[in-house]
């Protein structure tokens, strides 16, 4: 018999944000290695572990009733590792967590018969661990602390994060990185720890998502997670300000997702022309790529980068930023910029409203993507189960 112990508990919502991409990347896994296991009608036992106070979606309750899923509600990660000691280790134990970084905050010690896989997204607070425009995200009474952050704590911060890092590696027989600059990343930054750590490369699988009967060109720039310095909204927000004031993309508004602070929203030139919302559900947000004229993603950080392809399997042209992954995984599908430059934010704006990328270009780069993430979505189920 072979038991596979999955963390259900990081997929909860994280802070105010019902739905991430950490979690979403974690249900999709989970999802298909039920219908991995149901199809192939497998002698595996499935133990589940979740946060039963937080939002759970109601597909996964469901699947609680399969006969080989055993759930349990638990209180953290701690209360996972515990359990595994509980378990007969005379059967072939697999435990996997698709954000392994929870993993790191304490030293934590599995059992040794437990055979551990872990995902590592990339190693974003060591990349960029801070902007000097951080601060104008928060209230004012945060601004200081992120003044700190940004000058006289860089260092303390820089090692801080690298022994979490480094603990959370530790702790797993075969970390899974999601695209191979995060792979590189983390033999760069701890390449100590990543001569003894098996380290495989599969690519983020596509989120499971609500179908979009009717979608179209409804001549609106589309923005996401607008609060979170390390998007980069305030420069993105500001070079279509911009734009605006010089006379251009009079046809085309703005619809910016992700609660963009009032703050920076009353220093605008053209508020009329942008329209702003918070976290929305997913099938709102999957209507807004299905009909968005541009996609605009001028992230400071991504250790794979998802959001472009929700947009570009509606065959829609999006400008991203030219760093870490992304255009390992976009290569010419896409216009890139330089997210610290707002002038060259707005030469890419202007270039995207005037001239469409190809069609066959878009499509031919995400059948690409597309396949071989079904691939390593496949190869990270059998991964698990010890095919």
Not at 267 to 282: H, T
Request: proline share 3%; hydrophobic share 35%; with cysteine.
């Amino acid at each position: 018999m072979k038991i596979i112990v999955f963390d259900l508990f990081s997929a909860s919502p994280c802070k105010d944000i019902k739905f991430h991409g950490g979690g979403e990347y974690i249900k999709t896994i989970y999802y298909e290695l039920i219908k991995k296991i149901i199809c192939e009608k497998l002698n595996v036992e499935v133990h589940v572990y979740y946060n039963a106070d937080e939002y759970i979606d109601d597909w996964i309750i469901e699947s609680y009733e399969q006969n080989f899923i055993r759930a349990y509600a638990v209180k953290d990660e701690s209360s996972i590792v515990n359990e595994l000691f509980k378990l007969d280790t005379n059967d072939q134990v697999t435990f996997f967590s698709g954000m392994i970084y929870l993993y790191g905050k304490d030293k934590v010690t599995f059992p040794d018969k437990v055979r551990t896989i872990g995902t590592c997204h990339g190693l974003r607070t060591l990349e960029k661990p801070y902007d000097k425009y951080s601060y104008k995200y928060v209230s004012v009474a945060k601004s200081m602390k992120e003044f700190l952050r940004a000058t006289f704590f860089r260092g303390y911060l820089f090692r801080k994060y690298l022994d979490k890092y480094r603990n959370a590696l530790q702790n797993f027989d075969v970390i899974i990185t999601v695209s191979n600059h995060s792979a590189t990343a983390v033999r760069t930054f701890l390449p100590e720890v990543a001569k003894d750590i098996d380290i495989r490369v599969f690519y983020t699988p596509m989120k499971i998502s609500s179908n979009i009967t009717q979608f179209g060109d409804q001549n609106y720039i589309m923005m996401i997670s607008a609060d979170r310095w390390l998007k980069n909204a305030f420069r993105g927000v500001s070079a279509i300000d911009s734009l605006y004031s010089k006379g251009y993309l009079k046809d085309i508004n703005t619809k910016v997702y992700g609660n963009y602070p009032e703050k920076l929203r009353s220093k605008l030139r053209n508020i009329d022309k942008f329209d702003f919302y918070g976290y929305v559900e997913a099938d709102i947000l999957e209507d807004a790529y299905a009909n968005c004229s541009i996609f605009f993603y001028p992230t400071l950080n991504e250790g794979f980068g998802l959001p472009p392809l929700e947009a570009m399997k509606y065959g829609k042209t999006c400008i991203v930023s030219g760093i870490c992954s992304l255009p390992e995984v976009y290569a010419d599908s896409v216009y890139y910029c330089n997210p610290y430059d707002i002038m060259e934010m707005e030469n890419r704006l202007l270039r995207a409203s005037e001239q469409r990328i190809d069609l066959d270009v878009i499509k031919r780069q995400i059948n690409d993507i597309n396949n071989k993430q079904m691939d390593d979505l496949r190869g990270v189920c059998s991964l698990i189960i010890g095919e």
